[in-house]
Structures are given as structure tokens and as C-alpha cells.
T-cell receptor
Framework: DARVTQTPRHKVTEMGQEVTMRCQPI?????VFWYRQTMMQGLELLAY????????DSGMPKDRFSAEMPDATLATLKIQPSEPRDSAVYFC??????????????FGPGTRLLVL | QKEVEQNSGPLSVPEGAIASLNCTYS??????FFWYRQYSGKSPELIMS????GDKEDGRFTAQLNKASQYVSLLIRDSQPSDSATYLC?????????????FGTGTRLKVLA
């Protein structure tokens, strides 16, 4: 049963601390997305990678957020320093891009982040 | 104007009725559209994808696409209480030659037993 995994599932931290979230995409998928979801803003795309190359990170606050894909089985999202307004659920999704029709995205369970 | 718009609801329908969820989009060149269902506290899961004008049926779900009017809808026949969830519409928006998926804010559906 292939699925996207994310760790940690929950994270409580204090303002100013570094937060690292990890994602393992479905084996064989070539696109990885990072989203943030809040009640106020809904689901926002932060960044995405195709074949491990970053394609778009315009949704991400550049001064504190960074996203990387060190290998095909691991994507990371870091926040340094964290702020209370970063509190949200962070989802990773993966998909298989074949052509210009786009890809179906399969979401991980999410990381619930609370910054105090 | 938001790129993908949905009525936030809640949309309440009685059990057994047809639930109709609508979504409009602004990028005329969008080719593919996706409906996701999200239960409270859970992650979004794919319900339907649609690429061509017209209807696409899958069980109790029917997606309808009208590119001329730039809207896509999801019909749920014989609605069940277990269908109560938030339904998200997603459409790719072309930016600098790459696709960027834009999600609507979702419509909350309540099916009343």
C-alpha cells in the first residue's frame, strides 16, 4: 500500500527554534509538493520539486523557510527561526508527472506545527 | 479575484439527496481539474479528475467541466452522512512556463441523516 509518509506528525516548539519536517514520497513519483493549511488561508502551495529540481518556491517566505530534496526518497522543509504565525498543518504530496495534463497528487498525513 | 473560487458553505443536504458543489477558475488555459475530499483533521484525498468538457462519472460521483464558462462541478448522488467533509477543487495555473496547483478554499458539505 504505497503512501506518502511525513515526520514528525506533531511538533510543538518555541518561537525562534528551528523546525525540520521530512517527507518520503511514493516510490516512483517524480514530483513533490509542500503545502501549508490554516483555517484562514486554506491550502497554500509553498514549493514543489520535479525530478528533485526545485520548480517553484514563490509561495514560501524566503527569509526563514527552505525546502530541499537531497535524494529521490526524501524531501525536507525547514523553518529557521520559527514564529507563532507559522503554526499550521504542513502537508507533503507526491505525484507522477507524465505530460501537460499535470499529475494527481497524493497527500501525506501532515505535520501539525504549533509555535509558542 | 481568486484564481480558484468555491463557496465555503456549509452546504446542507438530506441523506439520499444530490449534493452539487461548484468551482470557478480564472486561468483559461487550465487543462486538468481535480476534486479532493478532506475529512476534519485528515489530509486531502482524490475523488475525481477531469480533463475534457462534459461529464465524467465514477460511482456516485459525477464531475462536470465547462471550459467556456470556466467552471467545474461535482455532483454526489444518494448523499450519505459519510460524505460530510470539505471538498477542495484544484486547477493548475501556468506561471512562467510551469504549472502551479491552486486549491480553492473548499466547500463544507453536511449530509443530514
Amino acid at each position: 500500500d504505497a503512501r506518502v509518509t511525513q515526520t514528525p506528525r506533531h511538533k510543538v516548539t518555541e518561537m525562534g527554534q528551528e523546525v525540520t519536517m521530512r517527507c518520503q514520497p511514493i516510490l516512483g513519483h517524480n514530483t513533490v509538493f509542500w503545502y501549508r493549511q490554516t483555517m484562514m488561508q486554506g491550502l497554500e502551495l509553498l514549493a514543489y520539486f520535479r525530478n528533485r529540481a526545485p520548480l517553484d518556491d514563490s509561495g514560501m517566505p524566503k527569509d526563514r523557510f527552505s525546502a530541499e530534496m537531497p535524494d529521490a526518497t526524501l524531501a525536507t522543509l525547514k523553518i529557521q527561526p520559527s514564529e507563532p504565525r507559522d503554526s499550521a498543518v504542513y502537508f507533503c504530496a507526491s505525484g507522477l508527472f507524465r505530460d501537460n495534463w499535470g499529475e494527481t497528487q497524493y497527500f501525506g498525513p501532515g505535520t501539525r506545527l504549533l509555535v509558542l | 479575484q481568486k484564481e480558484v473560487e468555491q463557496n465555503s458553505g456549509p452546504l446542507s443536504v438530506p441523506e439520499g439527496a444530490i449534493a452539487s458543489l461548484n468551482c470557478t477558475y480564472s486561468d483559461r488555459v487550465s487543462q486538468s481539474f481535480f476534486w479532493y475530499r478532506q475529512y476534519s483533521g485528515k489530509s486531502p484525498e482524490l475523488i475525481m479528475s477531469i480533463y475534457s468538457n462534459g461529464d465524467k462519472e465514477d460511482g456516485r460521483f459525477t464531475a462536470q467541466l465547462n471550459k467556456a464558462s470556466q467552471y467545474v462541478s461535482l455532483l454526489i448522488r444518494d448523499s450519505q452522512p459519510s460524505d460530510s467533509a470539505t471538498y477542495l477543487c484544484a486547477a493548475p495555473s501556468r506561471t512562467s512556463g510551469t504549472y502551479k496547483y491552486i486549491f480553492g478554499t473548499g466547500t463544507r458539505l453536511k449530509v443530514l441523516a
